[in-house]
């Protein structure tokens, strides 16, 4: 059965500093998706991507963070200058057409700054 | 502003003991309501899509039933493999498309 997958599933770094949470959504799908859950706390959106092209984010998504499909495959998250509370978990979820009727979630980043 | 509240926080069942999660959400129009199972440590699974006052969806133990105002979950004769976090998150009519989520309901299915 096909699946999302996400690479590192732990990521430790110094606050300031630079990470990229990577992803590979289901081969066919077309439409990708960032969310973060900080402990104990609800899902949150980040951002929706469709066609190469950010088609919705929420306000959490700010100038730290982006997003790329650098190729047909992978789908990343870079926070550019960390922050003590940027540490949560990071969803990855994709979906095909009509998806966010469903969508397919990776297992997450958990994501510590220091 | 969307809200989505669900009850309770927590549940403990004896297996085999019937029981039902609740969400309640307050959004300007409903264009679809979503419940996701979550097992510790990994991503949302998805479950079922609502989208109208009536509607209902099973899926083995499960059952998503849906008013104007809130959804249940209803679990039957649950079995120890069911204990999760539950989740559900509603998406309102209009230009965006962003989900909100509740905060869940543990659930723990004792044997």
């Known amino acids: 059965e096909p699946e999302v997958t996400q690479t590192p599933s732990h990521q430790v770094t110094q606050m300031g500093q630079e990470v990229i949470l990577r992803c590979v959504p289901i081969?066919?799908?077309?439409?990708f998706y960032w969310y973060r859950q900080i402990l104990g706390q609800k899902v949150e959106f980040l951002v929706s991507f469709y066609n190469n092209e950010i088609s919705e984010k929420s306000e959490i998504f700010d100038d730290q963070f982006s997003v790329e499909r650098p190729d047909g495959s992978n789908f990343t998250l870079k926070i550019r200058s960390t922050k003590l509370e940027d540490s949560a978990m990071y969803f990855c979820?994709?979906?095909?057409?009509?998806?966010?009727?469903?969508?397919?979630f990776g297992p997450g980043t958990r994501l510590t700054v220091l | 502003e969307d809200q989505v509240t669900q009850s309770p926080e927590a549940l403990r069942l004896q297996e085999g003991e019937s029981s039902s999660l609740n969400c309640s959400y307050t959004?300007?129009?409903?264009?679809?309501l979503f419940w996701y199972r979550q097992d510790p440590g990994k991503g949302p699974e998805f479950l079922f899509t609502l989208y109208s006052a009536g509607e209902e969806k099973e899926k083995e133990r499960l059952k998503a039933t849906l008013t104007k105002k809130e959804s249940f979950l209803h679990i039957t004769a649950p079995k120890p493999e069911d204990s999760a976090t539950y989740l559900c998150a509603v998406q309102a009519r209009g230009g965006s498309y962003i989900p909100t989520f509740g905060r869940g309901t543990s659930l723990i299915v004792h044997p």
């Open positions: 979820a994709s979906g095909g057409e009509g998806s966010y009727n469903e969508q397919f």
């Open positions: 959004v300007s129009g409903l264009r679809g």
């Open positions: 081969s066919n799908h077309l439409y």
